[in-house]
């Protein structure tokens, strides 16, 4: 089967700052995949490079059969997003939300009303349609950024920490929906998370990526196999040590120096 992502060779550096530092791997087509790793490793980079916000150093992707650098447009119109921080519109309704997205991708109307009862019905938020933003919970706006992300039928979701700070129930039946709509669609999901027992439960293939670089891939049985660990989280800790991450601030300073420097000084 032909990877719907495929990394090869990827690099990013900011000036002398190498965000990520040559790495390889692939997304089979329907696969849950996790893409772990401690602050300031590479992920949101890497993503953003995956999602046209930035483009390669050096290095290809492919995304749905489409190069984000060449076909942007193309490429956005094969993936689904929903951002580690809130992006709804608090002052529109949970329906004009999803009617703005719907029209953003050009969605023709009759198909996007029907797509907007199905994903709310799915998301158990269709008697709540009527209902400004503001007035929703955490946890029914992760949902419905979820069902917003899905609604121009994308081939891929990406999902950046979807359940953070949300209570366990809440996470439960969030990627109780994804997994069906895996199943039911097809649809491939690439999730990041800091919740290592989430990762093992839910991913198909996990990618650990530290100081820019992927220094393990392969089912989180496997992850264990090849540390002689007991869980994911000892996994994970073996391969990234134990010690709490600096390099994240230290790694955003860095940029922020380039970006500066390059301005000719300007903050």
């Not at 309704?93 to 999803?98: C, K, L, S």
């Not at 390099?247 to 500066?260: F, K, Q, V, Y």
């Amino acid at each position: 089967m032909e990877p719907i992502i495929e990394v090869k060779h990827l690099v990013k550096r900011f000036g002398d700052f190498s965000a990520v530092r040559d790495i390889s791997f692939a997304v089979e087509k329907g696969e849950i995949f996790a893409f772990l790793g401690p602050n300031g490793a590479g992920k949101s980079t890497t993503i953003k490079m995956l999602t046209t916000l930035l483009r390669p150093t050096s290095g290809t992707i492919t995304l749905a059969g489409h190069d984000p650098a060449r076909d942007p447009e193309e490429v956005r119109r094969s993936f689904g997003i929903v951002f580690q921080d809130p992006s709804l519109d608090d002052e529109l309704t949970a329906r004009e939300n999803m009617d703005f997205h719907g029209v953003l991708y050009g969605v023709p109307a009759k198909l996007r009303r029907t797509r907007i009862e199905e994903l709310m019905k799915f998301v158990e938020l269709w008697d709540r349609r009527d209902s400004l933003v503001k007035e929703f919970s955490g946890g029914m706006k992760r949902r419905l950024e979820i069902a917003r992300g899905l609604l121009h039928h994308p081939k891929v979701i990406f999902l950046d920490e979807p359940t953070l700070g949300l209570d366990p129930q809440t996470r439960n039946h969030m990627w109780s929906y994804l997994q069906e709509l895996n199943k039911k669609e097809g649809i491939t999901v690439f999730f990041t998370t800091h919740y290592m027992e989430e990762a093992a439960r839910i991913a198909q293939k996990i990618a650990i990526i530290d100081h820019g670089t992927i220094i393990a891939s392969g089912s989180a049985a496997d992850l264990t196999a090849q540390t002689g660990t007991a869980s994911l989280e000892d996994a994970f800790l073996k391969l990234t040590g134990s010690a709490i991450r600096e390099e994240e601030s230290s790694a955003t300073d860095r940029l922020r120096e380039h970006l500066r420097v390059r301005n000719g000084g300007r903050r």
